[in-house]
């Protein structure tokens, strides 16, 4: 039986960061967490140690920032914003999950056998 709802894969974790502050302006910690999970259709779990190991992560290579603010429950929170150096890592990225989640796909989805390798020119 399959879990109804899974942990998030290993290295997809800032791609979803990232591309969540993207759209969605600063936020924090927990907005991340629940708008990844809301996307994910209560699919995937967003642990909250996970997320803030996460922050610190892309904190630390700079492609994101944060300062102090007040949360919607009038509380003292850190609000995540993606840097320039991350939207370029985030373009990175999103080219590089592309590209392999098609070589997944392609391998999950091949007929038996070997593909036919291309005809060599002069043959």
Same mark, same amino acid.
């Given at each position: 039986m399959v879990e109804? &709802?899974?942990a998030i894969l290993q290295g997809t974790l800032d791609l979803m960061v990232l591309k969540t502050l993207e759209q969605m302006g600063p936020l924090h910690g927990y907005g991340i967490a629940r708008r990844i999970e809301q996307l994910g259709e209560q699919a995937v779990i967003v642990?909250?140690?996970?997320i803030y190991l996460g922050l610190v992560r892309l904190l630390?290579? &700079?492609w994101i920032s944060a300062k102090w603010g007040t949360s919607e429950n009038n509380r003292k929170a850190k609000f995540?914003?993606?840097?320039r150096a991350g939207r370029a890592q985030l373009t990175a990225e999103?080219?590089?999950?592309e590209r392999i989640s098609g070589l997944i796909g392609r391998v999950l989805h091949a007929e038996h056998g070997l593909p036919e390798a291309p005809a060599k020119a002069g043959s």
């Open positions: 109804p &709802r899974s642990n909250q140690g996970t630390q290579k &700079r995540y914003s993606i840097t999103t080219e590089n999950w």
